[in-house]
């Protein structure tokens, strides 16, 4: 009933919208325009830049935002996480420094979403979430964001959204290397390097990276006694990482372009104790990926083809030891690794003017082969008093494989009724290990005001199967689960009035409405609460805001910019599941109700400074809203130049982050880093 009066009312508010514009002056509209010319929105393939993807894969009525190149730029010793966390709308929840970062759009739990690499999910099928602390910004030239469920052409599990990365070649330019080194506090130290020769017909790019940090940074430890907090060291969270990736792109033809990229990523990191924890066990997990990607495409005329195929490798090894004098338990470890195989064929064809057609079928298969999924006697689990608490965990000899197979198919028509109007609608079907089934979304796009006011409407279907995890995890999974699914409404309005004098300004407002069914959550089985296990229990009522300005002014070698995200993000529970639920109608943990950030940056001449400013609201703990990590604001400040000497440009720059030493936790227990320093230095030639 809920979901048909939510229905009722969001069709009832497109039907007054479709009135009002079917009898808007026609002196607004009397200007004869081209179809396709709505800001390249009605384009099958955005060109801008060569880069390699569609640029119509979400629906035209959802919202997509960009970082802009320039932030990536300014960011490219950081990694994704905070690249996220500072510059867009998305939530980052972090361990720390160098830790399990994880992002959640509108509400929604980090395995709702999904990470696309060069239109290949990359999302692990193991955990079904994504860690952006291990993507180092300088290995993507592009980075869009789509809000809410509306990207369904690339298969389920975008139920908040899904985060876009993309390389992208370089036609017939000079022959580029770059190479940086910088260091810092805490004895953080990053190297990296990029080779670019690009021709006419073939273009080659190499990067490496290395990134290495004790970690070792001050904080204030506020629980062992809260009345007299003090200044401590943070122990056993070092980390290296380093990544090599090769690519190389092909004109084979005036119509046909062959793409291949290879990408190598290795991760070793200490896993630190909460402030709660006195007894000093080590943690150490080591990851390894390997990404494999070709893709072929086709442009000519009224049709385009864009085939792909993808080989994903993944590998986890988790160990644990205790080096305290009475220790009882033994070192223990396992290692995971999963592979997934993906090959894609998308088909575009333009039969009519103002009409486009899509079509994509899509095959991925993954295997995992977890020491995690072993099958054994969890009645040897049952713990009924602290004399048997320790126990010998029983061993079975070779880890458990378990395979999935996935097969899709999706629809997708763009049509330009007026010039003033597109409309647009998807339809996908999934067969996941058997079980089917479908999601769409329906969408439009108007310009009130030509290339002035915008208005786009999307309503969405999606769904989310269960992970890996948490299907065949030992003691605990549960293979009866359901997929999580939700509906998605929203509405964006983008202004960008006519400005003069070298001004311009862009502001985008969206509000969207979300209902999540079946969410999974761990929670400990009835009777046992040693013995957890993943269930359906949550449905979740989610509701807010976007808004996102930029302003800029340029007047010869001088360039201003200001930018700002701001979210409003209510997510609660909509349902009891039992009289005394404390959940109900309560804000879900660890999803703060506002976020914003905004971004000053001057360039004169050679000259360059950015200005960063991030707030986060409170975060409650738990489900009834009774304890809470306190909302922090934070300030970085990026200052650099640059100059030549004969054929080489050396731009040297400063970063200090976290400017007024403020202390904060983005997870509970987990203090970040206070005030520290970065020096860096590029060499191009």
């Known amino acids: 009933m809920f979901k048909q009066v939510l229905l009722f009312l969001f069709?009832?508010?497109?039907n007054l919208f479709?009135?009002?514009?079917?009898?808007?002056?026609?002196?607004?509209?009397?200007?004869?325009?081209?179809?396709?010319?709505?800001?390249?929105?009605?384009?099958?393939?955005?060109?801008?830049?060569?880069?390699?993807?569609?640029?119509q894969d979400a629906n035209a009525g959802s919202r997509v935002s960009r970082i802009s190149v320039e932030v990536i730029q300014a960011n490219k010793s950081r990694s994704l996480a905070e690249l996220l966390s500072d510059n867009s709308a998305v939530y980052i929840k972090s361990l720390g420094q160098g830790a399990l970062a994880t992002a959640s759009f509108r509400g929604s739990s980090p395995s709702q979403t999904r990470v696309n690499w060069n239109g290949i999910n990359i999302t692990p099928p193991m955990a079904g979430t994504f860690d952006f602390s291990q993507i180092p910004v300088f290995f993507i030239d592009n980075v869009d964001l789509?809000?809410?469920?509306?990207?369904?052409?690339?298969?389920?599990?975008?139920?908040?959204?899904?985060?876009?990365?993309?390389?992208?070649?370089?036609?017939?330019?000079?022959?580029?290397?770059?190479?940086?080194?910088?260091?810092?506090s805490y004895n953080t130290y990053?190297?990296?390097?990029?080779?670019?020769?690009?021709?006419?017909?073939?273009?080659?790019?190499?990067?490496?990276?290395?990134?290495?940090?004790?970690?070792?940074?001050?904080?204030?430890?506020?629980?062992?006694?809260?009345?007299?907090?003090?200044?401590?060291?943070?122990?056993?969270?070092?980390?290296?990482?380093?990544?090599?990736?090769?690519?190389?792109?092909?004109?084979?033809?005036?119509?046909?372009?062959?793409?291949?990229?290879?990408?190598?990523?290795?991760?070793?990191?200490?896993?630190?104790?909460?402030?709660?924890?006195?007894?000093?066990?080590?943690?150490?997990?080591?990851?390894?990926?390997?990404?494999?990607?070709?893709?072929?495409?086709?442009?000519?005329?009224?049709?385009?083809?864009?085939?792909k195929a993808a080989y994903l490798h993944y590998r986890l090894r988790y160990d644990k030891w205790n080096d305290g004098e009475n220790g009882v338990f033994p070192p223990e470890g396992n290692s995971n690794k999963s592979e997934t195989y993906t090959i894609s064929g998308d088909y575009h064809c333009n039969p009519l003017s103002g009409l486009y057609l899509n079509t994509t079928l899509t095959y991925a298969y993954d295997r995992v082969d977890a020491e995690s999924y072993m099958e054994i006697d969890s009645s040897k689990y049952y713990i009924d008093g602290l004399d048997s608490a320790h126990y010998e965990i029983p061993t079975v000899a070779g880890p458990s494989?378990?395979?999935?197979?996935?097969?899709?198919?999706?629809?997708?028509?763009?049509?330009?009724?007026?010039?003033?109007?597109?409309?647009?609608?998807?339809?996908?079907?999934?067969w996941n290990d058997g079980k089917n089934v479908s999601t769409y979304s329906m969408g439009f796009l108007s310009q009130i005001l030509q290339d002035i006011l915008t208005i786009r409407g999307n309503v969405s279907y999606n769904y989310r199967f269960p992970s890996m995890n948490d299907?065949?995890?030992?003691?605990?999974?549960?293979?009866?689960?359901?997929?999580?699914?939700?509906?998605?409404?929203?509405?964006?309005?983008?202004?960008?009035?006519?400005?003069?004098?070298?001004?311009?300004?862009?502001?985008?407002?969206?509000?969207?409405l979300m209902t999540i069914d079946d969410w999974i959550i761990w929670l400990p089985e009835d009777g046992k609460q040693w013995f957890w296990t993943?269930?359906?229990?949550?449905?979740?009522?989610s509701y807010g805001c976007e808004v996102f300005m930029r302003g800029d002014y340029k007047a010869k070698d001088f360039n201003l910019s200001v930018t700002t995200n701001y979210t409003v993000s209510v997510s609660k529970t909509r349902k009891k599941n039992h009289k005394d639920d404390g959940s109900y109608m309560r804000q879900i943990p660890y999803v703060p109700k506002y976020k914003w950030n905004t971004r000053l940056s001057v360039k004169y001449k050679k000259h360059f400074f950015a200005y960063q400013v991030s707030y986060f609201d409170k975060r409650f703990l738990t489900t009834d809203e009774s304890y809470s990590t306190p909302a922090y604001t934070v300030h970085n400040l990026l200052a650099g130049s640059s100059f030549d000497i004969g054929n080489i440009r050396i731009s040297p720059q400063v970063r200090i982050d976290n400017l007024f030493d403020t202390y904060y936790e983005s997870t509970k227990y987990y203090p970040m880093p206070l005030r520290n320093c970065l020096m860096s230095v590029v060499f191009e030639f």
């Open 471 to 512: 299907l065949y995890w030992r003691p605990g999974g549960n293979p009866g689960l359901k997929p999580e699914k939700g509906y998605s409404y929203d509405i964006t309005f983008t202004y960008v009035p006519r400005l003069e004098h070298g001004f311009h300004l862009n502001t985008v407002v969206s509000s969207y």
């Open 18 to 55: 479709m009135i009002y514009i079917l009898f808007f002056p026609v002196a607004v509209f009397a200007q004869k325009r081209d179809s396709i010319a709505m800001r390249g929105v009605i384009d099958t393939v955005d060109v801008i830049e060569n880069r390699l993807y569609n640029a």
């Open 146 to 184: 789509i809000h809410g469920s509306g990207h369904v052409k690339s298969g389920t599990g975008a139920i908040g959204g899904s985060v876009n990365l993309f390389n992208q070649p370089g036609w017939n330019k000079k022959n580029q290397y770059k190479i940086f080194g910088e260091y810092g």
């Open 401 to 430: 494989i378990k395979n999935r197979e996935v097969f899709s198919w999706q629809a997708n028509a763009r049509w330009s009724v007026f010039p003033w109007l597109l409309i647009n609608g998807q339809f996908m079907t999934e």
């Open 11 to 14: 069709m009832k508010m497109i």
């Open 190 to 307: 990053t190297a990296g390097g990029n080779l670019l020769i690009g021709k006419t017909k073939s273009s080659y790019q190499t990067r490496f990276y290395h990134q290495h940090s004790d970690n070792d940074y001050t904080y204030l430890n506020k629980i062992l006694v809260p009345t007299k907090p003090f200044r401590e060291r943070r122990k056993e969270a070092q980390y290296d990482q380093f990544g090599v990736m090769q690519e190389a792109y092909f004109k084979l033809s005036p119509d046909l372009t062959l793409s291949t990229i290879g990408w190598f990523q290795w991760g070793k990191r200490k896993l630190p104790q909460p402030l709660t924890v006195n007894v000093l066990d080590h943690e150490q997990q080591k990851e390894t990926n390997l990404r494999g990607y070709v893709g072929l495409d086709y442009i000519k005329g009224k049709h385009q083809f864009f085939a």
């Open 534 to 541: 993943p269930q359906n229990v949550r449905d979740v009522l």
